[in-house]
């Protein structure tokens, strides 16, 4: 079993710049396809980014291509989602998830996930 611990958040500009983390814990997250989904108030948890077990391959929502990026640090069994040019749309609890499962699609869902962090909070000022 893994545990998520998302940090990072915090209040930034239009336009800006911020990077989440999310560290692993119990597990490595080589063992998992780890995802970014985000919530905002009166919104339903959204997929943001994810990226494989295998580091190779990750995927994006169309609102955030071309401006966030997930990477993977091994070494330090985290995962980063960065997220420039954030808009005030962007503004929201961002949760770090991870799945067992093989697949890896494009959009996955909130309820495939097995394990969850308790998330960290972007706000976005305009």
């Known amino acids: 079993q893994v545990q998520l611990v998302e940090s990072g958040g915090g209040l930034v500009q239009a336009g800006g710049s911020l990077r989440l983390s999310c560290a692993a814990s119990?597990?490595?997250?080589?063992?998992?396809?780890i995802h970014w989904f985000r919530q905002a108030p009166g919104a339903e948890r959204e997929f943001v980014a994810a990226?494989?077990?295998?580091?190779?391959?990750?995927n994006y929502a169309d609102s955030v291509k071309g401006r966030f990026t997930i990477s993977r640090d091994s070494t330090k069994n985290t995962v980063y989602l960065q997220l420039n040019t954030l808009k005030p749309e962007d503004a929201a609890v961002y949760y770090c998830?991870?799945?067992?499962?093989?697949?890896?699609?494009?959009?996955?869902?909130?309820?495939?996930?097995?394990?969850w962090g308790e998330g960290t909070l972007v706000i976005v000022s305009s």
């Open positions: 998830a991870a799945d067992t499962r093989v697949s890896f699609p494009p959009s996955p869902r909130a309820s495939a996930m097995d394990y």
């Open positions: 119990g597990r490595t997250v080589s063992s998992y396809n």
């Open positions: 990226i494989s077990r295998g580091g190779m391959r990750t």
